[in-house]
Nanobody
């Protein structure tokens, strides 16, 4: 069955870095866009970054644009979210989602989700 599995969450100091991975199973990552989302307690889930397999274009939420980078490893069927210079407002559960097509049409609307991975910023 189609699966998305996140990993790499944890606790990091403000200003630190964290690398999240989303591993896709039973579908071809080259055929679909994949986006990262996050949801903090009491808030709605929001899109953070999206990778469009159509043309390898990337898209970012404005507040993370200069700090986060989304990329893919087709050989490993994996989408990466590299997070740098983390801020106190970044803690959340991070999820990856598969879109229905190969482009990041707004709003990003996944048809499949992973279970999420936790990101904590220590003080």
């Amino acid at each position: 069955q189609l699966q998305l599995v996140e990993s790499g969450g944890g606790s990091v100091q403000p200003g630190g870095s964290l690398r999240l991975s989303c591993t896709a199973s039973n579908f071809n990552l080259a055929e679909y866009a994949v986006a990262w989302f996050r949801q903090a307690p009491g808030k709605e889930r929001e899109g953070v970054a999206c990778f469009a397999s159509f043309d390898n274009a990337t898209y970012y939420k404005s507040t993370v644009r200069d700090r986060f980078r989304i990329s893919r490893d087709y050989a490993k069927n994996m989408v990466i979210l590299q997070m740098n210079r983390l801020k106190p407002e970044d803690p959340a559960s991070y999820y990856c989602g598969k879109l229905s097509g190969s482009m990041c049409w707004p709003p990003w609307s996944p048809d499949s989700w992973g279970q999420g991975t936790q990101v904590i910023i220590s003080s």
